[in-house]
């Protein structure tokens, strides 16, 4: 079954702590990642995608097929990276997106 | 460039009525999307269309139908609407297939009593 998940509902850390957000994925082929982000009162947008190996407002995720983790670090967490975020999984022949169930990030000063 | 956009932005309705939510996207992108987030359990497809003149069956999608009127509108309609059916919905546009990024709109708050 194709499935994603993500451990954590809520992860809170401390300005300039070290962030890291969990997502571990089930899929018989290779996987498509994706991390997508939703501030407070806007809309989903993408942060990164595992085929780019970009960094992101510092943000990166590297895809570990051995422990089928697409995990998103980020070395020191600002006041403003407080959002909800997704990971997702492209699915359906590449039709579709199956999403984790989000982990709320909050950062505290 | 407006993007994704979703009318309306919210709406109450009684247990039994009918309702359509409108999508419309300008980026001439071939696949659009309806989701539903609730808390705690993410988003999860209702339906979606990968290409004009074609609709498929989502995560969960009973309870709803919808119309790709042309590339650019999606509908989500919900003929007898049920209070399980509260939710945010959302509808999102891509370009192509595969690892190409999807592009939402800002949601419809919809609360069924």
């Known amino acids: 079954a194709q499935r994603v998940t993500q451990p954590e509902k809520l992860l809170s850390v401390f300005k300039g702590a070290p962030v890291e957000l969990k997502c571990n994925y089930s899929?018989?082929?290779?996987?498509?990642l994706f991390w997508y982000v939703q501030y407070s009162r806007q809309r989903l947008q993408l942060l990164l995608r595992h085929i780019s190996r970009e960094s992101i407002k510092g943000f990166t995720a590297d895809l570990n097929k051995g422990e089928t983790s697409f995990h998103l670090k980020k070395p020191f967490a600002q006041e403003e990276d407080s959002a909800m975020y997704y990971c997702?999984?492209?699915?359906?022949?590449?039709?579709?997106?199956?999403f984790g169930t989000g982990t709320q990030l909050k950062v505290e000063l | 460039n407006a993007g994704v956009t979703q009318t309306p932005k919210f709406q109450v309705l009684k247990t039994g009525q009918s309702m359509t939510l409108q999508c419309a996207q300008d980026m001439n992108h071939n696949s659009m999307y309806w989701y539903r987030q609730d808390p705690g359990m993410g988003l999860r497809l209702i339906y979606y269309?990968?290409?004009?003149?074609?609709?498929d069956k989502g995560e969960v999608p009973n309870g709803y139908n919808v119309s790709r009127l042309n590339k650019r509108e999606f509908s989500l309609r919900l003929e007898s609407a049920a209070p399980s059916q509260t939710s945010v919905y959302f509808c999102?546009?891509?370009?192509?297939?595969?690892?190409?990024?999807?592009?939402f709109g800002d949601g419809t708050r919809l609360s069924i009593l």
């Open positions: 269309s990968a290409s004009e003149g074609t609709t």
């Open positions: 999102a546009s891509m370009r192509g297939t595969g690892n190409q990024p999807q592009h």
């Open positions: 899929y018989s082929g290779s996987p498509e």
């Open positions: 997702a999984l492209v699915t359906g022949g590449g039709n579709k997106l199956t």
